[in-house]
Every structure is written in C-alpha cells, then in structure tokens.
C-alpha cells in the first residue's frame, strides 16, 4: 500500500485545513486508517483513527470535537478535517494503515505510512 498524504499548510490559530491520505496498490477495504503528527523533538502522536467501512472512528482527546477523520472508499481516500486549530496542533501529520478491523493508537501497530504533510498553525 502506498500512501500520499496532502493538504497541509499554514493557517492561522481557530482556522481550519482538511487534510488528504491517497491510498494506492491494494484494495482500500480492510484497511484500518489512521493519523499521527510529529511536532519537533516530539514522538509521533496517534490523532484519530476509522474503521474500514467508516463506521467507527477514535480521537486522541487533544482533538475530539474538533477534528474529524472520514474515508471515501470509492476514491480510496480518508480526510481529517482539523477545525478550531490551536498552535499547539502545529507538526507533520502522516497518514497510516493497518490490515486489521481494530483501530489501534499505537504508532508501532500501524505497518503502511505516507510521507507526511507539515501543518503550521500561527498564533
């Protein structure tokens, strides 16, 4: 699986930016989605994940109620779309995917990754 995330930018805090994850080489379905960000001289940081049919979707609670992950199986594309964006929410967010029905948090649980997309939220 190849994945291609996009979208990223520069915006200003309370703003909003949708992010892009293309998915290529395989079927999409059975896929378990998900996004992270790296802020720098940070870990990796799960921030949702979505269930492969799209009906169950996690946040990290530094991001419910604000973000909101969703996919397109017919475009094989998911979507994070980031409102309210805090400085804090400033970092490379990439994409993954696991083969599996369970959304995971962990980083190390995830085996396909895009290249990640850098967000930068001004105050």
């Known amino acids: 699986v190849q994945l291609q995330a996009s979208g990223g930018g520069l915006v200003q805090a309370g703003g909003s930016l949708t992010l892009s994850c293309a998915a290529s080489g395989r079927t999409f379905s059975g896929l378990v989605m998900g996004w992270f960000r790296q802020a720098p001289e940070k870990e990796r940081q799960f921030v949702a994940g979505i269930s492969w049919s799209g009906g169950s979707a996690v946040y990290a609670d530094s991001v419910r109620g604000r973000f909101t992950i969703s996919r397109d199986s017919a475009k094989n594309t998911v979507y994070l779309q980031m409102n309210s964006l805090k400085s804090e929410d400033t970092a490379v967010y990439f994409c993954?995917?696991?083969?599996?029905?369970?959304?995971?948090?962990?980083?190390?649980?995830?085996?396909?990754w895009g290249q990640g997309t850098q967000v930068t939220v001004s105050s």
């Open positions: 993954a995917s696991r083969k599996t029905t369970v959304i995971s948090r962990n980083v190390s649980q995830y085996y396909y």
